[in-house]
């Protein structure tokens, strides 16, 4: 069982291929736009160049909201970012992406939140099997998050604890921990984490 909280963003890990699903999937312009201008920007004007050129890199240039663009070129542009870049940048894209996107619905609470994430991503991806983020209700303030997809491990841990903050109650702390069998770190298509508030 791989178990991480909230400073494994610290971590270096190796990362198993960054593999699409299926050859067909496309990824939507407007979410590449949004990580990149968006969510790299807040980092630093070299990192965001520095996305740019990795997808200029895999034929991605200029990307337009409302374009396809294939994912397997999105996956590779994520790992040339994963390598020159820290490890934690990704987590910390993951965890920005609730405040930078188009978050689809009204959600009030943490469960409603991490329901919503198969949603969203299903409105950015198109094109075959793009995997899903299963949301599970444990009970008052527990819940478990399924990542089948092909995206990395620290990018996902950020995802679901920045939903889970953006829900929370002003009191809360939120742990995550992984608690699933199966880890992409380790070459399988998914992740599970136990998200608590």
């Keep these: 069982m791989c178990r991480f909280y909230l400073s494994a963003a610290t971590r270096v890990e190796t990362m198993a291929p960054y593999e699409a699903f299926d050859r067909?999937?496309?990824?939507?312009?407007?979410?590449?736009?949004?990580?990149?201008?968006?969510?790299?920007?807040?980092?630093?004007?070299?990192?965001?160049?520095?996305?740019?050129?990795?997808?200029?890199?895999e034929g991605i240039v200029d990307p337009e909201p409302g374009e396809w663009y294939p994912q397997q070129a999105w996956l590779n542009a994520f790992e040339t970012i994963a390598e020159d870049l820290q490890p934690h940048v990704l987590d910390r894209l993951g965890e920005q992406l609730p405040d930078v996107a188009d978050w689809p619905g009204d959600a009030d609470a943490v469960p409603e939140g991490l329901a919503s994430i198969d949603d969203a991503y299903?409105?950015?991806?198109?094109?075959?099997?793009?995997?899903?983020?299963?949301?599970?209700?444990?009970?008052?303030?527990?819940?478990?998050?399924?990542?089948?997809?092909?995206y990395p491990c620290p990018f996902d841990?950020?995802?679901?604890?920045?939903?889970?903050?953006a829900h929370a109650p002003v009191d809360a702390f939120v742990f995550l921990e992984e608690t699933g069998e199966a880890?992409?770190?380790?070459?399988?298509d998914t992740c599970t984490y136990t998200v608590y508030w």
């Design 24 to 57: 067909d999937v496309q990824v939507n312009g407007r979410t590449v736009l949004t990580i990149v201008e968006e969510a790299m920007g807040r980092f630093s004007e070299a990192y965001r160049d520095r996305a740019l050129t990795a997808l200029a890199e």
């Design 122 to 150: 299903r409105r950015n991806h198109r094109g075959g099997d793009i995997g899903f983020y299963r949301f599970d209700h444990v009970d008052d303030r527990t819940g478990e998050v399924t990542c089948h997809n092909p």
């Design 157 to 165: 841990r950020g995802l679901v604890r920045g939903v889970a903050q």
């Design 183 to 188: 880890c992409r770190r380790h070459g399988d």
